[in-house]
């Protein structure tokens, strides 16, 4: 039986990528932070006496060196995926010393365990690498050999897990293979990004519980594709007889007003755009009301204004395709929020 590492397991891709191995008939060690059943509450469906031997959680930290060699020597993984991170861009303009030691020296820490404990030919290695990378528009579609510049302390973070990933590859020998995903959602987003913040206002609103929903930046683009189809991604990079570098995306892109504009059609509210810059509103179109405002405190020192990911290597090399629309997964979203809201 395959075993795997998931750094990150109680994040969004975390439990998805946990839930897909577990199915495939790994044993599962996942890495978490000491905290109590709400930093669970992504897994909480997997910790059953069914997975008792198969689910297995280490306490930890991508800031404690020692901690990490601890964890990898107990669960002497086939696989190690890295999905911990501070991975709040917003955040990383308040915390970006924090940000590059748990994203950008959390890798190297990890590629270091392995490398001491002398796993370079049995562990596999993922990094969760980002389509934040590209940053600036250089140029569109971005693809594996698109030019990187950053424009948060998190892209330049990634940056450094990038390259280090890179770097053990190159030096030794190791399978270690960066993923380039572009944004993923689902239900079990977190609340503060773009997405679930619509979604959940949105219901929140149809509900009468929340007035009305403010946001920043609604000219943005990005490719926003599903977490179920990217995790699934991620395990056949680390499948491949040679480790290498790839994209995935879904190659379309929709600004944030028009993710909202989905998640209130779903709601059956319409809504109208009127004004521009701090000034936009998006109103109902049947009332009138307000439903939709800017506020700059969401803005960003700098921002990145536009993705859309080529996945053809991906689908040439592992076969891999996004499998769900944007308007399916607003919808999913959105349903999601709104029973968990009306149970809650
Ligand atoms: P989440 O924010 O949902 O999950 C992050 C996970 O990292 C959580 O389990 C969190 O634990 C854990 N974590 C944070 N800091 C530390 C630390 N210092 N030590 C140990 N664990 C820590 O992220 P996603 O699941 O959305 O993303 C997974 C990875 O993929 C991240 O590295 C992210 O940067 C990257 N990525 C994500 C994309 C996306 O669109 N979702 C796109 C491209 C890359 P806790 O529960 O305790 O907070
Ligand atoms: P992003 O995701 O920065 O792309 O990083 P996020 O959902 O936070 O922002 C997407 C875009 O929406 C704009 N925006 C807002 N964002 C937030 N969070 N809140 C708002 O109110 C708001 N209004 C407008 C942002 O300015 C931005 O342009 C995500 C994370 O998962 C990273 O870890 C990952 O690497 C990248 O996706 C790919």
Redesign the pocket.
Known sequence: MPSALI????????SYLAELLIEKGYTVHG???R?GTA?RARIAHLITPANEGRLILHE????DGGNLIRVVQDSQPDELYN??????VAVSFEVPEYTAD??GL?TLRLLEAIRLLGLERRTRFYQ?????LYGKVRAVPQNELTPFHPRSPYGVA?LYGFWITVNYRESYGMHASNGI?????SPR??EGFVSRKITRAAAAIHLGRQRDLALGNLEAQRDWGH?RDYVEGMWRMVQQPEADDYVLATGQTHRVRDFATLAFRELGVELAWEGSGVDEVGRCRATGRTLVRVDPAFFRPAEVDLLIGDATKAAEKLGWRPTTSLAAMVAEMVRADLAALSAG
């Open positions: 750094t990150g397991i109680t994040g969004q891709d975390g890495l978490l932070r905290g930093a930890g930290d991508l800031t999905l911990a991170a501070q991975s709040d748990a994203d959390g969760a690498s980002t389509s934040e990634k995903l572009f944004n993923h959602e987003r977190g977490a």
